[in-house]
C-alpha cells in the first residue's frame, strides 16, 4: 500500500491552485489545508478541494501540521515562508526561484540540511516528457558531441508578475535545463536587455552562455511575443534536436553526412548535409503531476529529490548574472 503524505499549499495564486489540484488526485497525498494572503481566494481553493483553508499560513502549520508543504508565494517572500515551514517540521517543494537573493538561498539550503528536511526546487520543465526523453538520448550518446544549446522562452507580459523581471521569472527555467541536458555550469556569460513595457524591470533578455567541452549556449527570453513559444534545441555532431515544450514533441533533424561515420571520419568534410527527420513517441504526462511525484517519493523512500536546493541556487545564480551583465554591459566570469 503507498504511503500517504500529508500536504499543504501555501499561495494558491496562478500556479499555487495547479499545485492544490494535483495533490488532490494523487494517491501519494492527502491534502488537508490551503493558505493565501487574499481569504477569498483561499476559501474558494479549499472550498473547490474540500480541505481547510487559512488566511495566516502559521496557523495552518500549526493546527494541520502538514508533513510536506508546497510554497507558491511571491519570490520575495519566499525565504521568511520557507524557513518557516522547515521549522515547523515539514520538507518543502518551493517554486523557483529558490528565493530573491543567492544568500537567501544558501541560508534556506543549510537549514533544511541542518534540519534533516527535504527543500526541493520546482524547475518543473525539467519534468516536460520530451525534455526527459532529449535527456535519455542525449545521455545514450545519440548526438554524439554537443556543440550548442538554445533555449527560446517568449509569450505576453504575464499581468500578474510585477516583483521581479522576466529574467528572473523565466531564465531560471533555461538555466536549470540547460545544466541538465549538459550536466555543466557556464564559465562566462554575456548578455543584453531591454525594458519596454514592464514598469520597473527588464522585460526582454538576449543571453550567450560559454560551458565546458567547447559547448555554446544562448537564451531568448521576452514578455513582448503576441504569441507563446517554448523551444529548446540541441545541435551535435550527428544533427539537431529540436523540443517543442507546449506540445510535448521531440524531433530530431539527421545530419545525413554523420550517418553511420565516426567523428575522425567527419574531419576530413567540408560541411553538413540534411538527412531524415524523425518525431519521437513516447508517453505524454502532466510535468506538474511528474514534479509532485517525485517530491512525495523522495519524502515516502528518504531518497534525494528530483531538483535540489542546489540545483535551484546554480540556475538562480546564473539568472542573476544575466541581469547582471544586461545592465553593466560586462562579460560575467564565473
Not at 57 to 85: C, F, G, I, N, S
Amino acid at each position: 500500500m503507498t504511503a500517504t503524505i500529508r500536504t499543504a499549499v501555501i499561495g494558491v495564486g496562478s500556479m499555487g491552485r495547479n499545485h492544490a489540484r494535483v495533490y488532490s488526485e494523487l494517491a501519494e497525498a492527502n491534502l488537508v489545508a490551503v493558505s493565501d494572503a487574499n481569504p477569498s481566494t483561499a476559501e474558494a481553493i479549499g472550498k473547490t478541494y474540500v480541505v481547510n483553508a487559512y488566511s495566516n499560513y502559521h496557523e495552518l502549520l500549526e493546527k494541520e501540521k502538514p508533513q510536506a508543504v508546497d510554497v507558491a508565494v511571491p519570490t520575495a517572500m519566499h525565504e521568511q515562508v520557507v524557513t518557516d515551514v522547515l521549522n515547523s517540521g515539514a520538507h518543502v517543494l518551493v517554486e523557483k526561484p529558490i528565493a530573491a537573493t543567492l544568500e537567501e538561498g544558501n541560508r534556506l539550503i543549510a537549514l533544511a540540511k541542518k534540519l534533516n528536511r527535504k527543500l526541493m526546487v520546482g524547475h518543473i520543465v525539467r519534468f516536460n516528457p520530451a525534455i526527459q526523453e532529449l535527456k535519455k538520448r542525449l545521455d545514450a550518446g545519440e548526438l554524439g558531441r554537443i556543440y550548442q544549446v538554445f533555449c527560446r522562452r517568449a509569450g505576453p507580459f504575464p499581468a500578474r508578475i510585477r516583483d521581479v523581471g522576466v529574467v528572473i521569472d523565466l531564465a531560471p527555467h533555461d538555466a536549470d535545463i540547460i545544466r541538465f541536458l549538459t550536466g555543466l555550469d557556464p564559465v562566462r556569460l554575456y548578455a543584453e536587455t531591454e525594458q519596454r513595457i514592464h514598469t520597473d524591470h527588464e522585460d526582454l533578455l538576449f543571453g550567450m552562455l560559454r560551458l565546458p567541452d567547447g559547448i555554446t549556449a544562448a537564451v531568448e527570453i521576452n514578455w513582448l511575443t503576441p504569441t507563446k513559444i517554448r523551444e529548446v534545441l540541441v545541435l551535435g555532431e550527428r544533427g539537431l534536436f529540436r523540443v517543442d515544450d507546449l506540445t510535448q514533441d521531440l524531433y530530431f533533424y539527421e545530419n545525413a553526412q554523420a550517418s553511420g561515420l565516426v567523428w575522425d571520419s567527419l574531419k576530413n568534410l567540408r560541411g553538413v548535409s540534411e538527412g531524415g527527420m524523425m518525431r519521437f513517441a513516447f508517453q505524454r504526462y502532466e510535468p506538474l503531476k511528474a514534479e509532485l511525484q517525485g517530491f512525495l517519493k523522495s519524502i515516502i523512500e528518504d531518497t534525494p529529490v528530483p531538483v535540489s536546493g542546489e540545483d535551484g541556487l546554480a540556475a538562480l545564480r546564473i539568472a542573476l548574472a544575466l541581469v547582471e551583465a544586461g545592465k553593466t554591459n560586462q562579460v560575467v566570469t564565473f
